[in-house]
């Protein structure tokens, strides 16, 4: 069993930045792929950027290529995302989401575990 716990949402304005952390308790198998999904008001959740645990590979969907990044420390069982020039269609419920298997998903439901979420608002 693994938990997963957020951190790091907020109100921003657009163009700042802001990182949000994942803090993971429970056995993290090499064979474990960590994402974190978005889910705008009356939308469906999306992937936002994901990482391969044990080699660090990482994917970043296209409305966020080039301003963020996504890191963790094996060590600490924690992800970590660096988003920068925030725009106001970032505003979303961040979820950190896992999965037993090595590679990532666009689909939500492909992943086993998730966090209870923490929410961004950039301001326009």
């Known amino acids: 069993q693994v938990t997963l716990v957020e951190s790091g949402g907020g109100l921003v304005q657009a163009g700042d930045s802001l990182s949000l952390s994942c803090a993971a308790s429970g056995r993290i198998w090499s064979g474990t792929s960590m994402a974190w999904f978005r889910q705008a008001h009356g939308m469906e959740r999306e992937l936002v950027a994901a990482?391969?645990?044990?080699?660090?590979?990482?994917y970043y969907a296209d409305p966020v290529k080039g301003r963020v990044t996504l890191s963790r420390d094996k060590a600490k069982n924690t992800m970590a995302l660096r988003m920068t020039a925030l725009k106001a269609e970032d505003t979303a419920t961040y979820f950190c989401?896992?999965?037993?298997?090595?590679?990532?998903?666009?689909?939500?439901?492909?992943?086993?575990?998730w966090g209870q979420g923490t929410q961004v608002s950039v301001s326009s």
């Open positions: 990482i391969i645990w044990n080699t660090g590979v990482t």
């Open positions: 989401v896992a999965r037993r298997f090595a590679y990532w998903s666009q689909n939500p439901a492909d992943y086993d575990y």
